[in-house]
C-alpha cells in the first residue's frame, strides 16, 4: 500500500476501514446473528408479550454492544489527546499506567470497602491520575522522550500489577471475578452502564473538542503556542486530565481494556489523517468500531469453549498487539536516530576487587543466615546445619535456585542494558520471558500440570518462538536498539492477553499458574538446582567473554564499527545469549520482574562501570537479590508463602521509583 496514496485520500481510506471493521464487528457479535435481528423490533421496546429471547437481546446482548462502541472510542480519544500533549505516538493510557493505576485503586476499595464503590469512577480517576503523575515525574528528567516515557509507564504499570497481585493471592475466594474483571469484560445486564457513560463521555469529548486549538497549537512547540497567547502548560494538564477521565470511566465500568487507546491513533495516522480534530473524531471511531470487532471475538471464543470465559480486554490486545508491531516494522512513528547512552550511576569511582571479594562474602553469608534462620510452628529458630537435615534439604535446592536465578537474570539485564544503551531496558522487556510463561500456560491447559520436564520443555518452545519472532522484527533494522526494546513490549503484550484469558477461569489451575508467574521458588526441587548450576557457569563465562563488545556498544554506532565491532552480528549473538539466560532463570522459576532492572545500576552504583566488573558485580548483586527475597517470601507471612519473584519486585520497583526521580535531567 502506497503510503503517498494514503496521504492523498485520508477519508476514503477510513471510511473503508470503518466499513470493514463495522461489518466484521456486526457478524462477530451475537446481537447481530439473523435469529436477533428478527427479534430486533419486539426487543428495542419490551411489552408483555415479549419473549425470553427478546428479553436477552434487550438486558444483555444490545446493551453489550452498545458499551462496546463506547468503551472503545473513550479509549481512542484518549489515546490521541495524550499523544497529542506528551507528543509521543507511543503512549496511551495503558502504556502509561493509568489502567493500572485505576485498576489497583478500584480493587483496593472493592475489598477494603465495598460501600466506597458507589464512588467508582472518582476513585479510578484518583488512582490513574496518581500512577501517570508518577510516570511524568520520571519522565521528565529526560524530557519527555518517547522510548523512555514508554518504558516507564511499563515500569509503573509491572509495579502496580505486583501490587494487585498481592492482593489476588490473599483473596482467591474472589480471584475469578477479579480477573475477569481485570482483563476487561464486557457483559452487562441491563442499560445502567451505558446510561451512566453515555452523557459523562459526551461531556468529556466536548470539551476536549473545544480545545482542539490550543491542543493542535502545541505542535509549534512552547514557544510558538505562547507566541500565539495561550498557556501550553494549562493546556496539557486540562488534556491529561480528560484523558485520564475517560480511561477512570471504562475501567470503572468494564475493567482493563488495552491497546485501543494505542492502536486507534495509530492506525489512523498511518491512513492518512493529519489535523488534530481529524484524528480525534476518526480514533474514537475506529476505536469503537476495533472495540466491536474485538468484543465479538470474545464473544464467539466464550461460545465455542463453554467452559472458558474470554474477556475482551485480551482480545482487544489480541487486535492491538499485530497492529503495533505492524507500525514497528513500517518505522513510520520512531525516529530512526538510536537513543543516546544514558547513566543512572552517579560519578565514576574507581573499581575495586576488594569490593567485590567482599560482595562474594557476603553472599556466603547471606547463604549461611537464610539457609539456617527461619520460623518454624515453634517460633524462630536457628537450625544447624547437622541437625534438621530433612528442613535443610527442603530450603536447599530452593535458595540455590533462587542465587542462580538471580544471577542470570542480572548479567542478561547488563547485556540488555548495554546492548540498547538505555539503563531502563531489562530481560522482562524482550518479551522472553512471556513466551516462556504462555507455553507453560497452554500445557496446562491441554493436558494439565504435567511432569517438570515437559513444563521446561513446553517454556523453552515458547520462549524460543518469542525469540525468533522479535529477531525477524529488527532483523531489517540491524537489531537496532529501539526496534529491540518496542518489538518485545509488543509481543510481551501480545503474549500476555492468553495468558490472561486462562486465568480468567479463576480455578485451581489460575491459582498455582499465578503464583508462578509471580516468580514462586517452592516448587524448584534438587532437578531444578542442579539444571542451573550447571547452565549458570557456562552462560555467565559466555557473557564474561563478550564484556569487550559490551563495551564498545554504549558508543555508539559510528565509533563501535570504527574500532572493528560488526555491529549486527555483535547485537544477534548478544541477543541470543540474554535470551537465553533469561529463559533458563524464567523456566525454573517464573518470569521475575525487575531483578534484570535492578542488579546492573546497583553494580554501576559501587563503580563497576566497565563491562566485566559490572557483570562480575551484577551477577553477586542479583544472587542477593533474589536469595532474600526468598527468605522474605518464605518469612514475611509464615505459614503462608509469596513469590519470590513478587517480594523482589515489590523492592525493587520502589528502589526504582526512587532512582528515576534522582536521575540528572537532560538539557
Known amino acids: 500500500m502506497n503510503p503517498r496514496a494514503l496521504q492523498r485520500h485520508p477519508q476514503l481510506w477510513l471510511a473503508l476501514l470503518a466499513l470493514l471493521l463495522l461489518l466484521a464487528g456486526l457478524l462477530l457479535s451475537p446481537a447481530s446473528s439473523f435469529e436477533n435481528l428478527m427479534r430486533l423490533p419486539g426487543a428495542l421496546v419490551l411489552t408483555q408479550s415479549a419473549t425470553f429471547e427478546q428479553a436477552v437481546l434487550h438486558y444483555t446482548l444490545l446493551p453489550r454492544l452498545t458499551i462496546a462502541l463506547l468503551t472503545g472510542a473513550a479509549l481512542g480519544f484518549a489515546g490521541t489527546l495524550v499523544q497529542q500533549v506528551l507528543r509521543n ?66 515500569i509503573v504499570s509491572l509495579y502496580l500489577g505486583a501490587i494487585n497481585t498481592v492482593i489476588l493471592l490473599f483473596n482467591q475466594e474472589q480471584l475469578a471475578g477479579l480477573f475477569i474483571w481485570g482483563a476487561g469484560e464486557l457483559s452487562q445486564n441491563d442499560w445502567r452502564s451505558t446510561l451512566e457513560l453515555l452523557p459523562r463521555l459526551l461531556v468529556a469529548v466536548g470539551v476536549a473538542l473545544a480545545l482542539w486549538r490550543p491542543l493542535q497549537a502545541l505542535d509549534l512547540g512552547t514557544e510558538g503556542a505562547r507566541s500565539l497567547g495561550l498557556s501550553p502548560g494549562i493546556t496539557r ?28 491513533p495509530a ?17 474514537a471511531l475506529t476505536g469503537a468500531l476495533i472495540c466491536l470487532v474485538a468484543d465479538g471475538i470474545a464473544q464467539q471464543l466464550t461460545l465455542a469453549f463453554g467452559q472458558l470465559l474470554f474477556p475482551t480486554g485480551a482480545a482487544t490486545a489480541l487486535i492491538g498487539g499485530p497492529v503495533l508491531l505492524w507500525v514497528l516494522t513500517r518505522n513510520r512513528l520512531m525516529p530512526a536516530r538510536p537513543s543516546q547512552s544514558v547513566s ?127 529477531l525477524l522484527l529488527s532483523r531489517r533494522s540491524g537489531f537496532s536498539p529501539q526496534r529491540l526494546l518496542l518489538g518485545g513490549i509488543a509481543l510481551s503484550a501480545l503474549l500476555d492477553a492468553g495468558i490472561r484469558m486462562i486465568l480468567a477461569m479463576g480455578d485451581a489451575q489460575s491459582v498455582m499458574l499465578l503464583n508462578w508467574l509471580a516468580g514462586s521458588t517452592w516448587l524448584s526441587g534438587q532437578s531444578d538446582a542442579w539444571a542451573l548450576v550447571i547452565a549458570t557457569p557456562i552462560l555467565a563465562l559466555l557473557a564474561v567473554l563478550a564484556s569487550r563488545w559490551l563495551d564498545l556498544l ?52 559501587l563503580g563497576y562501570q566497565r563491562a566485566l566488573p559490572q557483570l562480575l558485580g551484577a551477577f553477586v548483586i542479583g544472587s542477593l537479590l533474589m536469595l532474600w527475597a526468598d527468605w522474605l517470601a518464605r518469612t514475611l507471612v509464615y505459614p503462608h508463602e509469596l513469590p519470590a519473584g513478587l517480594v523482589a519486585t515489590l523492592i525493587g520497583g520502589g528502589y526504582f521509583l526512587v532512582r528515576m526521580y534522582r536521575m540528572p535531567s537532560r538539557h
Not at 485503586?105 to 496518581?130: F, I, N
Not at 494538564?237 to 485501543?260: E, K, Q, R
Request: with cysteine.
Open 554 to 605: 554504549p558508543l555508539g554506532d559510528s565509533a563501535a564499527s570504527s574500532l572493528g565491532l560488526p555491529l549486527a552480528p555483535a547485537r544477534l549473538l548478544l541477543l541470543l545469549l540474554a535470551a537465553l539466560m533469561t529463559a533458563a532463570a524464567t523456566l525454573v522459576v517464573g518470569p521475575l520482574s525487575f531483578v534484570g532492572l535492578m542488579a546492573p545500576h546497583l553494580a554501576r552504583l
Open 267 to 283: 492506525i489512523v495516522r498511518l491512513l492518512g489523517a493529519r489535523t488534530l480534530r481529524q484524528r480525534m473524531l476518526a480514533s
Open 89 to 154: 505516538p507511543l503512549a496511551a493510557p495503558t502504556t502509561l499506567g493509568v489502567a493500572a493505576g485505576a485498576q489497583l485503586t478500584l480493587g483496593l476499595v472493592m475489598l477494603l470497602a465495598p460501600s466506597l464503590l458507589v464512588w467508582r469512577e472518582a476513585w479510578a480517576m484518583v488512582g490513574g491520575l496518581a500512577a501517570l503523575g508518577l510516570v511524568l515525574l520520571m519522565g521528565a528528567r529526560r524530557g519527555f522522550d518517547p522510548l523512555t516515557l514508554t518504558l516507564c509507564g511499563l
Open 344 to 470: 543512572m550511576a552517579p560519578a565514576r569511582r574507581e573499581f575495586s576487587k576488594t569490593g567485590l571479594l567482599l560482595l562474594g562474602l557476603i553472599t556466603l553469608g547471606s547463604l549461611a543466615v537464610t539457609l539456617s534462620l527461619g520460623p518454624t510452628w515453634e517460633g524462630w529458630r536457628w537450625t544447624s546445619f547437622d541437625g534438621e537435615t530433612a528442613l535443610l534439604a527442603m530450603r536447599l535446592p530452593r535458595m540455590i535456585t533462587a542465587l542462580m536465578a538471580g544471577a542470570l537474570l542480572a548479567g542478561a539485564g547488563v547485556i540488555v542494558q548495554r546492548l540498547t544503551r538505555n539503563p531502563m531496558a531489562s530481560p522482562e522487556l524482550l518479551g522472553i520471558s512471556t513466551g516462556a510463561a504462555l507455553g507453560m500456560v497452554l500445557l496446562i491447559l491441554t493436558i494439565g500440570t504435567g511432569s517438570r520436564t515437559l513444563q521446561i520443555l513446553a517454556g523453552g518452545v515458547g520462549g524460543t518462538l518469542v525469540l525468533l519472532a522479535l
Open 237 to 264: 494538564i486540562l488534556a491529561l486530565i480528560l484523558a485520564v477521565y475517560l480511561t477512570a470511566l471504562t475501567v470503572s465500568h468494564v475493567g482493563v481494556v488495552g491497546f485501543i487507546g494505542l492502536a486507534a
